[in-house]
């Protein structure tokens, strides 16, 4: 099992930007997939952004060109910058990992991941 922490959040102003770091240990490895998902308060959860060892394979629409997911195998991090932020990107975004095996067969399913804690982002209009 994988341990995810979760930082870089914060409150910023409409068209500000920042950028969230997931910091993972344990059973981590560089052929793990990882995500970023978030939540709205009263909403539900919804993936944001995915990777593939070092191939990007998921963006939602509603980020598509103003987020970008990356990693540093090297620190068993995996990033997400997010430009041009508004007030619709306020929620609580958590990373998430599935296991080489999961990954391999194309199994990306919230009860199969392990997740951080989250981290807060708040977006000022």
């Known amino acids: 099992q994988a341990q995810l922490v979760e930082s870089g959040g914060g409150s910023v102003q409409a068209g500000g930007s920042l950028r969230l770091s997931c910091a993972a240990s344990?059973?981590?490895?560089?052929?793990?997939?990882m995500g970023w998902f978030r939540q709205a308060p009263g909403k539900g959860r919804e993936e944001v952004a995915r990777i593939n060892r070092d191939t990007v394979t998921f963006y939602a629409d509603f980020v598509k060109g103003r987020f970008t997911i990356s990693r540093d195998s090297a620190k068993n991090t995996l990033y997400l910058q997010m430009n041009s932020l508004n007030a619709e990107d306020t929620a609580m975004y958590y990373c998430?990992?599935?296991?080489?095996?999961?990954?391999?067969?194309?199994?990306?399913?919230?009860?199969?991941?392990?997740w951080g804690q989250g981290t807060q982002v708040t977006v000022s209009s």
């Open positions: 998430a990992t599935a296991t080489p095996q999961d990954c391999a067969l194309g199994l990306w399913s919230a009860p199969r991941l392990d």
């Open positions: 344990g059973d981590t490895s560089s052929s793990h997939c």
